[in-house]
């Protein structure tokens, strides 16, 4: 099947890829009046009475179209199609070159006003209203995709627009030692000066767990301590004591009894 581009009806190459980025199945397309603000389109002179300018209901598809060039490169451009829901046959096309060609209404999220262009280059401007805001908003989304691939930037410039098919591979580096190489690893503590232990805890590693043998008798725990009856009757004992004389004590006190 050939392949035919939407904005200009002109067949594509037979390595063409197109891919639908976004598509509604219902879409109100409204004959708009000039813009009278420089602030921007309001949707409710639209739908005033009784939608009287609304036009038909569409379908809207958002299509990316990719034609390989030369230099492994390929040009993308991308195109918002409004087409009749029942045969899918085109009513109107925009090439989606700048950011301008979509502009959103100030009263509502789900209107927007799109500059279509027909044969011959002649332009006109339509309005189109989703039912749901949830399809206004991923269509706001796919929009802003494109603009990021195409390189289209907010003041309106249009750049980018060959984008490389394919990566440069990644280069394998070798880490492998080869012949007669040798590594040097390097010891972070060598060199470094050790910190002074304490000595409660040098002194309890050299005892090591050592423990004190039990007192005799086979019991661990200590004697009791005397009562205070006892430790009264023992001082009074040692007070009643008297005192031993030298000569009890084995010392002679006779004529080398003192020294001179």
Known sequence: METIDPSTGRPLPPDAIQRILFIAPSVHVYNIPPLTSTKGYVAASWT???????????RLRVLETAVPAANNEETVKTDILLEDPSNGQLFAAAPYNVPAVVEQVLDSSRFFAVRVQGEGGRKAVLGIGFE??????????????????????????????????????????DF?????????????GKGRRSLPKMEESSSSSQLGGFSLPPPPGGSS???????????????????????PKPEDLGFDDGEFGEFQ
Not at 224 to 239: C, G, I, M, N
């Open 176 to 188: 492998s030692l080869k012949e007669g190489e040798t590594i040097t690893v390097n010891i972070g």
């Open 48 to 58: 005033a009475d009784n939608n009287k300018r609304q036009i038909f209901t569409a």
């Open 132 to 173: 749901e805001r949830g399809e206004a908003f991923d269509f706001s989304v796919a929009l802003q995709e494109v603009r990021k691939t195409l390189g289209i930037e907010d003041n309106g410039k249009y750049g980018g627009k060959k984008v490389q098919k394919e990566e440069k591979p990644e280069v394998k580096r």
């Open 221 to 243: 725990f200590l004697p009791p301590p005397p009562s205070s009856s006892e430790a009264k009757a023992q001082k009074r004992l040692s007070r009643n004591m008297e005192t």
